[in-house]
């Protein structure tokens, strides 16, 4: 996609160093003896009319990081400042004021919409919980079943008699009832076929140049992220390892995460093909994370200095990137990890620890 995104001095967004663990066990007096880190010290923004996409792995904290800006769930350390407001600890009024301006579409239709609810009265309710009247409810959901390219009669349907593209659109109009700024996708498209992928994916990107809105737009398909997002976020084991223009990231990754992501995507053109590369092990346990950077026990490239120091992000032009390739090595030094893995293929040398 075009990398081209808001120029906006304000982001619409704002997450400053945001932590949540959740108890994983406790012992026989009911004290808790051991934390699941899904989210550690994550920072992204996002301005009006910009999709940021956040890509990992199943387990990687995406969703978790996404009901925290949403307030579904609160934030153990860190800020969350919505249009230049400070949401972090916001309840009651506060809390449901700043929901007018931030909504969120679910990757399950069938479960996030009532089947036994008309699809008008789907769509009507976020309006009726803020007070509108029952003649603007009205005048309002008509228009919204128009945004998202279905007709005046499905508004008398229930939600159950819908495909699973068309619940879809009733959760996306559901989401922009109340107008907000800022919309989180959480896998909108991951449960529909291709063909519906690409048409609820080409409604997004309409609906968001009409009304200028911002989407975190979270998926573990790349392809997708970076089809529709002007910058992309790679998350694993709980943080943020790369930051950047969609098309940097997407043709020339930084993290050898990212690139094994990326690797492991079918690709129709054989000359374009990346070469395969094979993870071993699975993700470690957010329960135990390895010392270090997160990802060393399944890194090629690992350095002793990885299995000691957890790295941070640092910038290199666009991009942001936590790795000890690039500020330690240093081999990369901001170049892509495709660089590094030809130096290495004609002789180079490994690098120091």
Same mark, same amino acid.
């Given at each position: 996609?075009?990398?081209? #995104?808001?120029?906006? $001095?304000?982001?619409?967004? !704002?997450?400053?160093?945001?932590?949540?663990?959740?108890? %994983?066990?406790?012992?026989?007096?009911?004290?808790?003896?051991?934390?699941?880190?899904? @989210?550690?010290?994550?920072?992204?923004?996002? =301005?009006? #009319?910009?999709?940021?996409?956040?890509?990992?792995?199943?387990? $990687?904290?995406?969703?978790?990081?996404?009901?925290?800006?949403?307030?579904?769930?609160?934030?153990?350390?860190?800020?969350?400042?919505?249009?230049?407001?400070?949401?972090?600890?916001?309840?009651?009024?506060?809390?449901?004021?700043?929901?007018?301006?931030?909504?969120?579409?679910?990757?399950?239709?069938? &479960?996030?919409?009532?089947?036994?609810?008309?699809?008008?009265?789907?769509?009507?309710?976020?309006?009726?919980?803020?007070?509108?009247?029952?003649?603007?409810?009205?005048?309002?959901?008509? +228009?919204?079943?128009?945004?998202?390219?279905?007709?005046?009669?499905?508004?008398?349907?229930?939600?159950?008699?819908?495909?699973? #593209?068309?619940?879809?659109?009733? %959760?996306?109009?559901?989401?922009?009832?109340?107008?907000? =700024?800022?919309?989180?996708?959480?896998?909108?498209?991951?449960?529909?076929?291709? &063909?519906?992928?690409?048409? @609820?994916?080409?409604?997004?990107?309409?609906?968001?140049?009409?009304? =200028?809105?911002?989407?975190?737009?979270?998926?573990?398909?790349?392809? @997708?992220?970076?089809?529709?997002?002007? +910058?992309?976020?790679?998350?694993?084991?709980? +943080?943020?390892?790369?930051?950047?223009?969609?098309?940097?990231?997407?043709?020339?990754?930084?993290?050898?995460?990212?690139?094994?992501? *990326?690797?492991?995507?079918?690709?129709?053109?054989?000359?374009?093909? +990346?070469?395969?590369?094979?993870?071993?092990? !699975?993700?470690?346990?957010?329960?135990?994370?390895?010392?270090?950077?997160?990802?060393?026990?399944?890194?090629?490239?690992?350095?002793?200095?990885?299995?000691?120091?957890?790295?941070?992000?640092?910038?290199?032009?666009?991009? !942001?990137?936590?790795?000890? *390739?690039?500020?330690?090595?240093? !081999?990369?030094?901001?170049? &892509?990890?495709?660089?590094?893995?030809?130096?290495?293929?004609?002789?180079?040398?490994?690098?120091?620890?």
């Amino acid at each position: 996609m075009n990398t081209t #995104g808001s120029t906006a $001095s304000t982001p619409i967004l !704002e997450v400053s160093e945001v932590s949540k663990s959740f108890p %994983a066990s406790k012992d026989v007096f009911g004290r808790v003896v051991a934390r699941l880190q899904a @989210v550690v010290e994550a920072s992204l923004t996002i =301005n009006p #009319g910009e999709t940021l996409g956040l890509v990992g792995e199943s387990g $990687s904290g995406k969703s978790t990081l996404g009901r925290l800006v949403m307030r579904l769930t609160d934030v153990d350390a860190g800020r969350i400042v919505l249009d230049g407001d400070d949401i972090t600890e916001s309840n009651g009024p506060e809390l449901r004021a700043a929901r007018r301006k931030m909504q969120i579409v679910f990757q399950d239709p069938q &479960s996030s919409l009532d089947p036994n609810w008309l699809v008008r009265d789907i769509i009507a309710e976020p309006l009726r919980a803020y007070g509108v009247s029952r003649a603007d409810r009205l005048s309002a959901t008509e +228009r919204l079943l128009a945004d998202v390219g279905l007709e005046h009669a499905h508004g008398s349907r229930y939600a159950s008699e819908f495909s699973g #593209g068309q619940r879809q659109r009733v %959760a996306i109009a559901r989401a922009l009832a109340l107008e907000p =700024n800022l919309v989180v996708c959480d896998e909108p498209v991951s449960a529909l076929d291709v &063909s519906t992928q690409a048409q @609820v994916l080409s409604l997004l990107e309409a609906l968001r140049d009409r009304r =200028n809105l911002a989407y975190l737009f979270i998926a573990h398909d790349l392809a @997708v992220v970076h089809h529709i997002s002007h +910058r992309i976020a790679v998350m694993y084991l709980g +943080r943020i390892v790369e930051v950047g223009p969609a098309d940097d990231v997407y043709n020339r990754p930084r993290h050898p995460y990212t690139e094994a992501l *990326l690797s492991a995507m079918p690709n129709p053109k054989p000359a374009s093909r +990346r070469q395969r590369i094979l993870l071993t092990g !699975e993700m470690p346990s957010p329960v135990d994370p390895p010392p270090g950077c997160r990802f060393q026990t399944r890194c090629a490239h690992a350095m002793d200095l990885c299995r000691r120091v957890e790295p941070e992000l640092v910038a290199y032009g666009d991009v !942001e990137v936590a790795c000890h *390739l690039h500020d330690t090595g240093p !081999e990369l030094a901001g170049a &892509s990890v495709t660089e590094i893995s030809r130096g290495r293929s004609a002789g180079s040398a490994a690098p120091a620890s």
